[in-house]
């Protein structure tokens, strides 16, 4: 620790959780406690990403998430004192997960006695924590030696090549092809694999992995992707970054918070409060229908996905209190929406605008599949989230999908789920090559690294979607005893 922070004064666990039960925002960075009250409303990820570290140990999350002129030059200003404590809580990695903070919710936990399915794992019982943050931060360290980090610029020349060719596809097919149904079924598959394409695009700059300055990729991003694909980076980036720090998190992840549709845990049976969304997600009538059916509607489902998209992209950029680029975004998807009606305009008829908009939004679902496979069946649960470290906690949640090199283009870095929760500023196109070294750091310590072929990882998900579905008619069963017993009672009440 440099000089300038041996006048800091000392802080302890108890001053820490004191300071933030006063409504502090102390986030404890490389063994600085930073106050980031001035700083929250201003952080291009979004507040949630932070008020999520709030009182715990951010040091492998800030680090992954920021270029290391951010970690190492902007950070540390925010610094008001050293953080001091014990050996053994050193190693923690929350000092509040007994307290009851609004904006974030202690971590789910098998501990809590509640009895909650869970997916089956391999991983050992007794992890080394301490441990497999070392070594995950060595393995770092080797990969920013070994210049992994720089994008090769020459990878997104066949990815150029491929977004112009689908654009040019479906463009020359509504506009010069024949009237028929095959035209517009090839325009509608065209425009689907451009958007899912985009999706993988807009990602890597939402991320800054192409050039690494974030004004530009982010400005890029939008440019891109909203005048292409209509949606908003800008709520993509506050939701994703929400998702990578509290992955699979079911009270606080909204990437898994899908009722009334979808539940991936029996906690939401428990109509649980969104912290990401701010209102309880109630487990009412329709959820208990739907989550019944769940993995036999999930397909279905993913069809109307991306009308869903749009709901969220607008409902972000009219009502949001955080859009940094509201204006430049709602004036790029207004940019969408005039060429693409212009586009389906010269579409003869009504029915095959309808075919058209259809097999475009429903072979969209292939996106939604491929995003939903790396976690929807992957543990909600955390072993000890007091102690579970950055590494750990990425590792049990995500999984990868198994596909041969020439395949990559079609699943744009998902199938690297767990290298890239790992490391998400490391240039998809050097997922593969970190696969081997990630592997080796699970084996090395006893977790499960979980990974399936495409077609297997549907399978696996879609039983796990119908084990919760199973409990279903128990939890309806459940309900029905209790009031059953409660109508006997006071049935007996008014018979005295």
């Not at 992954?64 to 200003?77: D, L, Q």
């Not at 929406?337 to 969209?364: C, D, M, N, Q, R």
Request: net charge neutral.
């Amino acid at each position: 620790m440099g000089k300038r922070f041996g006048k800091l004064p000392l802080c302890t666990a108890s001053e820490l959780r004191r300071r933030v039960q006063q409504g502090e925002y102390l986030v404890i960075i490389d063994g600085l406690v930073c106050k980031l009250n001035g700083f929250i409303g201003k952080h291009p990820g979004g507040p949630l990403s932070i008020m999520h570290m709030v009182g715990r140990d951010a040091t492998d999350e800030a680090r992954s998430m920021h270029p290391a002129e951010v970690f190492e030059g902007t950070m540390p200003r925010w610094a008001v004192a050293r953080f001091v404590t014990d050996e053994k809580a050193a190693a923690q990695a929350s000092y509040v997960e007994d307290l009851d903070l609004p904006y974030s919710a202690p971590r789910s936990t098998l501990a809590d006695g509640s009895g909650h399915a869970q997916p089956e794992s391999s991983s050992a019982t007794d992890l080394d924590y301490a441990a497999i943050q070392r070594d995950y931060r060595q393995l770092d360290v080797q990969l920013r030696e070994e210049g992994m980090y720089r994008c090769d610029y020459g990878d997104y020349a066949c990815e150029a090549a491929r977004y112009v060719a689908l654009f040019g596809i479906a463009c020359g097919l509504i506009l010069l092809g024949p009237a028929s149904a095959w035209t517009y079924l090839a325009a509608g598959v065209s425009t689907a694999l451009l958007w899912q394409q985009l999706a993988f695009f807009a990602h890597d700059l939402g991320h800054n992995e192409l050039t690494g300055r974030r004004e530009f990729d982010m400005v890029l991003g939008i440019c891109v992707a909203d005048v292409l694909g209509g949606l908003s980076v800008g709520w993509w980036k506050k939701n994703h970054n929400t998702h990578h720090i509290v992955t699979n998190d079911v009270d606080n992840d909204p990437d898994i918070q899908h009722l009334p549709f979808l539940a991936v845990s029996t906690r939401f049976f428990e109509s649980r409060y969104s912290t990401y969304y701010r209102r309880v997600m109630e487990f009412d009538a329709a959820a208990r229908m739907f989550v019944a059916l769940q993995d036999k509607l999930y397909y279905l489902i993913m069809c109307f996905a991306r009308y869903n998209l749009y709901f969220l992209s607008w409902n972000y950029l009219l009502f949001s209190d955080f859009a940094p680029y509201r204006v430049l975004e709602m004036g790029c998807i207004g940019v969408f929406f005039v060429w693409f009606s212009w586009l389906v305009s010269h579409i003869p008829t009504w029915s095959y605008v309808i075919l058209y908009l259809s097999v475009a939004h429903s072979i969209s679902a292939v996106l939604h599949i491929q995003i939903t496979l790396s976690h929807f069946a992957m543990s909600t649960e955390s072993p000890d989230p007091v102690y579970e470290c950055f590494a750990a906690r990425q590792v049990r949640t995500t999984m990868d999908v198994i596909c041969p090199t020439w395949l990559d283009w079609f699943h744009g870095g998902l199938q690297f789920q767990i290298e890239h929760h790992l490391f998400p500023r490391l240039p998809r196109h050097k997922l593969r090559r970190v696969q081997p070294l990630v592997k080796d750091l699970c084996r090395k310590h006893g977790m499960e690294f979980k990974e399936f072929s495409f077609i297997d990882g549907n399978v696996y998900t879609l039983r796990w979607l119908g084990e919760v579905a199973s409990r279903v008619k128990l939890y309806n069963g459940r309900d029905e005893h209790s009031a059953q017993a409660v109508a006997s009672f006071k049935k007996s009440l008014r018979t005295q």
